[in-house]
């Protein structure tokens, strides 16, 4: 079955900690994608990547950068954690073409 | 930018009466994908819709893409509590999917 993994369910973190979000998918799909979803705000992308050391900015890039050196993995990367990037991130992935996206669990990230 | 509406944001129904969403654009959009999310979970692709006019059917659940390719729906029928969660409209622009802002069903027994 196809997967997208995400490596913590649950993080808390301190202000101004650099912080890492690993999402890993065993489809050998070329796009993946992060989203953060919060109440009220539906999904709103972060920043995708259609190949690897390929990177994109979404609609909501700020505070955030993202690293993808192999095709499986993509991370999100926030450099210095506030509390307004408090949130439940999703990580995606599909393969080249006009499909659906699979989800990883979330990694649901408090910053305290 | 162009987005899609997706009413109503809430619905409770009783265990056994039809629902129905609606996803709305501004524009014409080259496809369209459902997602449903479960509480406390992810998001979970259920169908996409390309065709002007396209109706597909899973089960209970209906599926509709508009003559225009500006609007599409998705209808259960006789609801049941599997059916609780939140569903997604979402189109493709620029490699990217947007999402609409979802409905949330609530089903009570």
């Known amino acids: 079955d196809v997967k997208v993994t995400q490596s913590s369910r649950y993080l808390v973190k301190r202000t101004g900690e650099k912080v890492f979000l690993e999402c890993v998918q065993d489809m050998d799909h070329e796009n993946m994608f992060w989203y953060r979803q919060d109440p009220g705000l539906g999904l709103r992308l972060i920043y995708f990547s259609y190949d690897v050391k390929m990177k994109e900015k979404g609609d909501i890039p700020e505070g955030y950068s993202v690293s993808r050196e192999k095709k499986e993995r993509f991370s999100l990367i926030l450099e210095s954690a506030s509390t307004n990037q408090t949130s439940m991130y999703l990580c995606?992935?599909?393969?080249?073409?006009?499909?659906?996206?699979?989800f990883g669990s979330g990694t649901r990230l408090t910053v305290v | 930018g162009q987005q899609v509406m997706q009413i109503p944001q809430y619905q409770h129904v009783q265990e056994g009466e039809d629902f129905t969403t609606y996803c709305n654009s501004s524009t014409t959009l080259s496809n369209i994908q459902w997602y449903k999310q479960r509480p406390g979970g992810h998001p979970v692709f259920l169908i996409q819709l390309v065709k002007s006019g396209e109706v597909k059917k899973q089960k209970r659940l209906t599926f509709q893409f508009g003559e225009a390719k500006k609007n599409s729906s998705l209808h259960i029928t006789a609801t049941q509590t599997t059916d609780v969660g939140t569903y997604f409209c979402?189109?493709?622009?620029?490699?990217?999917?947007?999402f609409g802002q979802g409905t949330e069903l609530s089903v009570k027994p």
């Open positions: 979402a189109y493709n622009q620029g490699g990217k999917l947007i």
């Open positions: 995606a992935s599909r393969p080249t073409g006009v499909y659906g996206y699979t």
